[in-house]
């Protein structure tokens, strides 16, 4: 069986690993259809992702169908469509008992901490799957992960519907973050550097974009919200300026999510964090929100709309690694497809 491993930094190659077999009663053996490449996994192939230890299969954003299940496995039958929840945590520590396993003591996340679903099939607990719809094609479903993310920052930003809410950064993510934001009724402004990103952002319901290349992103705000600033600020670039402008950006009362793994220094005067009695919080991964995300996919409220520009085959992995390298401004989501 092939699978795609990281060896050491800019380094991959198709390997031939072992037929994976369940062990456990609970266990699912998946044949891998589609895996999406994220920015995480491109940090893995140039060895700067701080999470994970090469070599590694990567990938996170996986689709499939069973292929085999164990004794006690009940929600799922032979050939269905499944995505993968790609996180296993302990249930025990504090952050499980207070219901974040994302932030799990003992986290570990399928693609990063662990190989994920860049090879053929796999096997994991059924607990880390959940069934599509049959009619919902795999290309729409293979961006159900990545709306998780969309879906977790929205929700830690508390965001309602009929409130303000700025994004920073209109890559796959702030996309992600916009499509779910829209479904709730918020009014969206984007910001970027990139034209052609915030023109597709537009297409897809942004309220106002801002090219920060041309305009001042406070005064572009200010004028927008008639100078209350907005009630939720998305920081998805995750850049020291970015913090900042997110604190300067919201209103009285306002939330400020981040989802930077940067261990760059900040420095933040608390005047405006005490003044306007804001709240930040990080995001990362997701809770609970799959089941949600799923249905709304499967009921054809979320599609991708154009967000998937390019496919490759896992034979052509390497390529389309490179190709994201050298085309930044073509890519907004590469998949691989893996199954016949």
């Not at 550097?193 to 705000?221: C, F, H, I, P």
Request: aromatic residues 6%; negative net charge; glycine residues 8%.
């Amino acid at each position: 069986m092939k699978a795609l491993q990281v060896i050491r930094p800019f380094e991959m190659a198709l390997i031939d690993v072992e037929e994976p077999m369940i062990t456990k009663a609970t266990d699912v053996l998946v044949q891998t259809e589609y895996v999406g490449i994220c920015g995480s996994d491109m940090h893995i192939y140039h060895g700067s992702n701080p999470l994970a230890i090469l070599p590694r299969v990567p990938g996170h954003e996986v689709v499939g169908r069973v292929l085999e299940i164990g004794q006690r496995v009940q929600g799922l039958k032979i050939g269905d469509k499944v995505v993968v929840e790609p996180i296993r945590y302990c249930g025990e520590c504090y952050a499980c008992r207070k219901g974040q396993p994302n932030v799990c003591e003992q986290l570990s996340v399928f693609g990063v901490h662990e190989d994920g679903g860049m090879l053929e099939r796999f096997v994991v607990a059924e607990n880390q799957l959940h069934r599509v719809a049959d009619h919902t094609p795999l290309e729409e479903a293979v961006l159900i992960e990545p709306y998780t993310i969309g879906a977790q920052a929205v929700y830690r930003g508390e965001l309602q519907a009929g409130e303000t809410l700025l994004i920073q950064g209109a890559g796959p993510i702030g996309i992600c973050i916009l499509k779910i934001a829209k479904l709730m009724g918020a009014q969206v402004i984007i910001s970027d550097l990139d034209a052609t990103k915030l023109s597709y952002a537009k297409e897809l319901g942004a309220d106002e974009v801002v090219n920060v290349k041309e305009q001042n992103l406070l005064e572009a705000v200010n004028l927008w919200t008639d100078g209350e600033g907005v009630n939720v600020s998305i920081d998805a670039v995750c850049i020291p300026l970015t913090f900042q402008q997110s604190i300067d950006a919201v209103s009285v009362a306002g939330r400020v999510v981040v989802l930077s793994f940067g261990e760059e220094a900040i420095e933040l005067a608390p005047l405006p964090i005490t003044k306007k009695e804001l709240t930040i919080k990080g995001s990362r991964l997701q809770t609970f929100q799959f089941n949600n995300v799923v249905k709304l996919v499967d009921d054809g409220k979320l599609q991708q709309q154009g967000l998937i520009t390019h496919i490759f085959s896992l034979h052509e992995a390497k390529e389309a690694f490179e190709f994201i390298e050298k085309n930044p401004t073509e890519v907004r989501k590469v998949i691989l497809k893996v199954g016949e």
